[in-house]
């Protein structure tokens, strides 16, 4: 097996704006900033990954600033201290650094872009997917009006997208969902609640088992796999983790304590393609369904998501839906494009889109490159 040989690893602080701004329970975003981390070889390739964190710590406690540290500080310089022969080995340099997930996977993921460039095969193949089709579903913010949410679903719907998701909060929950199903009786529905409730009120989450959704996402504390337990044995509706997942061991325990049936991989969440990977392989022994959940990724961390995707787990609609949803411009050529609700995974090198430069550098707010002497 071929050895990566890195000459210099670049971070770029990014900020795109969004076409729409985005709210969930924590909060609105309008503007998108990120950041892209690109690692070079000896031979000149290059490979990108993006690091989803926020601008600020709501969705979990890493920001673009906690990132850029990690990466500068500790993460960059153990590539130059002991480097990786193959991305499966990255997760083990970087287990003695605690959490710091999403700094962790972008540095991963543009080593694992790098490493099928320079075997020239599909990120998607030397992740092990076989599906060349996915399936997309549409993840929907809070509104200011019911009929707005009304129009944003239709306008979906429409397009082709397979499942619905709506973002609920306390007191736009039941009420929301119950004029949603009035409306498209037959549509895959589900609701994220992004940690908004307690169990005190279970008997409002109970309700919703009256709309035939797929699931609850995320219901209660971030951190909880507890009481996310004890609300399973009142709900008929499965629960979907996703905040409450950072590893393999996070998934096993919450599955034998039974606090979800499903499992929304986010590689940025978890640390990475290859800990992806091996949730993704512990859910398919369990029987448990997953699917992939988004962080409104420009088109670097979209491709990933595309790429992880393909794995035979990854049997309902995931939250990676086209680039169009959310940039005026995306980032790759060509962007990702959905059709009758699917996404064609291109069969190219590399994640499989092609950067455009000259629209990161549009982008970019400032950016810094690391190389070995300059340790
Ligand atoms: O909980 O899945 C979530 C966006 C930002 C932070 C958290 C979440 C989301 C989404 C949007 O639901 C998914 C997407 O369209 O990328
Ligand atoms: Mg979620």
């Known amino acids: 097996m071929m050895k990566l ?13 969004m076409r ?13 900033d990120f950041i892209l981390v690109e690692v070079k070889d000896a031979e000149g390739r290059s490979g990108w990954g993006e690091a989803v964190a926020m601008k600020a710590p709501l969705y979990n406690e890493e920001t673009v600033g906690t ?15 002991q480097p990786p022969g193959h991305p499966q080995e ?17 540095l991963e993921g543009a080593l694992w872009d790098l490493y099928a460039m320079a075997e020239n095969v599909p990120l998607y193949r030397a992740l092990g997917g076989e599906r060349t089709v996915i399936d997309v579903g549409i993840s929907l913010g809070i509104e200011s009006s019911v009929d707005k949410l009304l129009a944003q679903v239709e306008k979906y719907v429409a397009a082709g997208y397979k499942r619905i998701k709506i973002k609920v909060k306390p007191g736009w929950d039941v009420d929301i969902v119950a004029a ?40 209660l504390a971030h951190d909880d796999i507890i009481d996310h337990a004890v609300l ?25 304590l039974d606090s979800g049936r499903i499992i929304n991989i986010k590689i940025g969440r978890v640390g990475g393609l290859t800990e992806a990977k091996a949730i993704h392989d512990l859910c398919v022994g369990k029987g448990v369904p997953v699917w992939c959940g988004g962080m409104l990724e420009s088109g670097v961390g979209r491709a990933h998501n595309v790429a992880i995707t393909t794995l035979a787990g990854f049997t309902l609609p995931g939250d990676t839906a086209a680039s169009n949803r959310y940039w005026e411009e995306d980032l790759i050529e060509p962007e990702v494009t ?27 707010l400032y950016s810094k490159t690391f190389r070995p002497e300059a340790r």
């Not at 990255?90 to 972008?106: P, S, T, W």
């Open 90 to 106: 990255v997760a083990g340099l970087f287990r003695h650094i605690r959490r710091n997930y999403m700094a962790k996977a972008a």
């Open 232 to 256: 399973q044995k009142q709900l008929k509706t499965p629960i979907c983790l996703d905040e409450s997942i950072h590893s393999v061991e996070d998934a096993r325990k919450a599955l034998e």
């Open 20 to 32: 729409a701004p985005f709210t969930t329970s924590f909060g609105t975003e309008w503007d998108k």
């Open 338 to 364: 959905v059709h009758d609700g699917v996404i064609h995974v291109p069969d190219r090198p590399g994640i499989g889109y092609a950067l455009c430069r000259e629209k990161i550098d549009k982008y970019t």
């Open 180 to 219: 949603v199903r009035r409306r498209f009786p037959a549509i895959q529905l589900m609701v994220d609640a992004n940690s908004a409730y307690t169990l005190a009120d279970s008997a409002r989450l109970a309700a919703l088992d009256e709309y035939n959704l797929m699931m609850i996402e995320q219901p």
């Open 67 to 81: 990132v850029w540290l990690m990466l500068k500080e500790f993460l960059i310089p153990l590539l130059w201290h």
């Open 5 to 17: 040989r890195l000459s210099a690893v670049t971070l770029r602080a990014m900020r795109m704006r």
